[in-house]
């Protein structure tokens, strides 16, 4: 509960409607309870911090000018929401952000009706806004009343292309919708590219901006000055100011303006919310703003874990065991070291992906293509037709936004790209919109692909060798977090392609293990004297090992961390129906649904992927199978 001595407006905040009941003036003091509380807040909880810090002031100014929930206000990718969540009801209990049945981390339309829409991947904003723009407006013809909608995006999301689809598009049909472009100069990390460049071109043109801006207030609208000064703009902004690509496709550019000076803010939204057509407002803010450590080191401040906010957040001591996507960050560079024809490729996830050593160590073949997943699939195969040797290194679930070049530019034309995939299977707090749920599914469907997943840490740059080496596309998924503690070689060692390894021989059961799931099975396979095949390669398939299995045993048991449907174990079956082999088969994998936010190992337990669970699922259905201790020890 808020503590109301320290947080005396705050305190009386439950939604939106409670704002407005402020006065103008008592803004600002709300803006700084509400950072403060902020910051007490994540600093118990953990969560993404900087980029909330960064827009309290402009949350503030939307939630009291708009008639929120029934006016529309679209936030991007959901890295800002924290406030917006704060100010609509969610107060006290925002400390539970990312916990199992806590609050989503990022917008959800069944949490609340102020989150308008549902969103973890970015630049989808502009795209919504103007969908809801268009049906408003549908309603409004029909004689319903009119609401305003708002997309606010950042910059770092408006290098997708989806953002420019959106503009170009709405530009050129007219809607009545504002876009705020919160212009921080940074993604999780630097941003990157021409558009960038061109918003620092922008922040140069302040001065120019103002003088504009002031001479409109002066003249009377559509007069003969009105227009003189409109057509002196248009010439004056394409000598000096690059903000004509906005205008030129359809929207009224404004700013950019102090996201942080909160009487400004509402006297510029005020003017805004009055206009017709679309609208783009550039506000410039601060990723951190307010919260010293987190200025200063905007990059390791973008999401923390729970902090002392006197002290900052504590330097990581080293780990005891390295984690997946360190091994990957290794292995590129010594991969690189050995061919110089490799190449690094991130949407946007340098820090995330594990490439900040490459980019450091062989600046001239790293490319950070921005917030553009499609883009760098494409790029990727670009290189190889010349003989390049790319690695795309990208998270699971955004590899879903490039499925239709990895299957057209890569996988069709059979070319050597090396897929990186990080945060596959049970991904954990940030929820359904980052769980790597369906990538065995969607790649093992694709001819040509080469589809590995690792138990161990050694094996995962083994078969980055592996795949690095093969000729024509290849995947290598791999879990969030650390592995099991195995000692990795220095080598750059392959493993021979389709085979699976037997790592425990026993009797009546089988469990055909995938990846991360053959650690727990280890243990179950103890318990129940059944034998253990570490599958390794779920395209292809070991055909040899599998049909000696189904015939050697009572029953196969599939496991994996990836959905039932369609991924490995359904490619089991399919393999053994196209050979005409019955043999009893359980298929253990992710539930038909979306996973929450909650810990990994809680979503595991969940859905019966922990060791407990797994025993418990074989036991249930080949309990009849499995040989009493005294039998075992008697074979």
């Not at 009343?145 to 995006?153: E, G, L, Q, S, T």
């Not at 750059?492 to 425990?504: D, F, Q």
């Not at 318990?527 to 000696?548: C, G, H, Q, S, Y």
Request: charged share 25%; glycine share 10%; net charge negative.
């Amino acid at each position: 509960m808020i503590d109301s001595q320290r947080y005396p407006r705050l305190a009386r905040i439950d939604s939106p409607a409670d704002l407005r009941r402020f006065p103008e003036s008592e803004l600002g003091d709300i803006a700084r309870e509400l950072r403060a509380y902020l910051i007490e807040s994540v600093a118990t909880s953990g969560g993404h911090f900087g980029a909330n810090l960064g827009v309290i002031e402009l949350t503030v100014a939307l939630h009291w000018l708009y008639e929120t929930p029934r006016d529309r206000l679209v936030w991007d990718v959901g890295h800002q929401c924290y406030p917006h969540k704060i100010l609509t009801g969610r107060r006290d209990r925002i400390t539970t952000v990312k916990k199992k049945d806590g609050v989503a981390p990022f917008p959800r339309r069944e949490e609340s009706e102020y989150d308008a829409f549902g969103v973890g991947h970015s630049s989808t904003s502009i795209s919504a806004a103007l969908g809801m723009a268009l049906a408003s407006q549908r309603d409004e013809g029909q004689g319903g009343d009119a609401r305003k909608i708002v997309a606010v995006i950042g910059d770092g999301a408006m290098t997708a292309g989806m953002a420019f689809e959106a503009l170009n598009h709405g530009g050129a049909i007219d809607p009545d919708m504002l876009v705020i472009l919160n212009d921080n100069q940074m993604s999780i990390s630097e941003n990157v590219g021409a558009l960038t460049q061109m918003l620092a071109r922008l922040m140069a043109s302040r001065t120019l901006n103002r003088i504009r801006e002031g001479g409109k207030k002066m003249m009377k609208r559509g007069g003969f000055w009105w227009r003189f000064v409109k057509r002196w703009e248009e010439h004056a902004k394409g000598m000096f100011v690059p903000s004509t690509l906005f205008e030129e496709l359809g929207f009224h550019y404004t700013g950019p303006i102090d996201g942080h000076d909160l009487p400004l803010l509402v006297s510029t939204l005020r003017t805004l919310k009055e206009l017709k057509g679309p609208q783009l407002l550039h506000v410039v803010t601060t990723k951190g703003k307010g919260y010293a450590p987190a200025e200063r080191e905007q990059i390791e401040y973008h999401a923390v874990g729970p902090f002392d906010p006197v002290a900052g957040v504590a330097k990581k001591a080293g780990a005891s065991k390295p984690t997946y996507t360190e091994i990957f960050s290794d292995w590129l560079c010594d991969m690189a070291a050995a061919d110089p024809r490799l190449q690094g490729i991130t949407p946007a996830m340098r820090e995330g992906s594990g490439l900040v050593r490459f980019s450091k160590e062989y600046p001239q073949r790293y490319f950070d293509v921005s917030i553009a997943e499609q883009h760098a699939v494409t790029l990727a195969a670009g290189m190889a037709c010349e003989g390049a040797k790319p690695v795309v290194a990208i998270y699971s679930t955004f590899l879903q936004r490039a499925y239709d070049q990895l299957i057209h530019d890569v996988a069709l034309q059979d070319l050597d790209v090396l897929f990186a995939i990080d945060r596959a299977g049970v991904v954990g707090p940030d929820g359904a919109t980052h769980a790597g749920s369906f990538d065995l599914s969607y790649l093992r469907c694709i001819p040509n692909m080469l589809v590995m997943a690792p138990a161990d840490e050694d094996e995962c740059r083994r078969m980055l060798t592996t795949g690095f080496l093969h000729e024509g596309p290849a995947a290598v998924r791999y879990p969030r977090g650390t592995g099991t503690g195995v000692a990795v070689s220095k080598e750059l060692a392959t493993l021979p392609v389709g085979k699976a390894e037997v790592r425990r021989r026993g009797h009546g059961i089988a469990l055909l293990a995938f990846g991360a799931m053959v650690a727990p099975c280890t243990k179950v396979a103890e318990a129940l004297d059944a034998t253990l095949v570490n599958m390794r390669f779920v395209k292809p398939l070991d055909e040899a090992a599998i049909l000696e299995l189904a015939h050697s045993h009572a029953a196969l048991v599939t496991i994996e961390d990836n959905a039932v449907a369609g991924g490995a174990g359904s490619g089991v079956l399919e393999l053994l129906a196209a050979h005409g082999v019955q043999v009893p088969t359980l298929q253990l994998g992710l539930s038909d649904r979306f996973l929450e936010h909650a810990s990994r190992e809680e979503l595991l337990a969940v859905d019966g992927l922990d060791a407990a669970g797994i025993e418990a699922a074989v036991r249930n259905r080949f309990g009849h199978l499995l040989l009493a201790p005294a039998l075992r020890s008697a074979i």
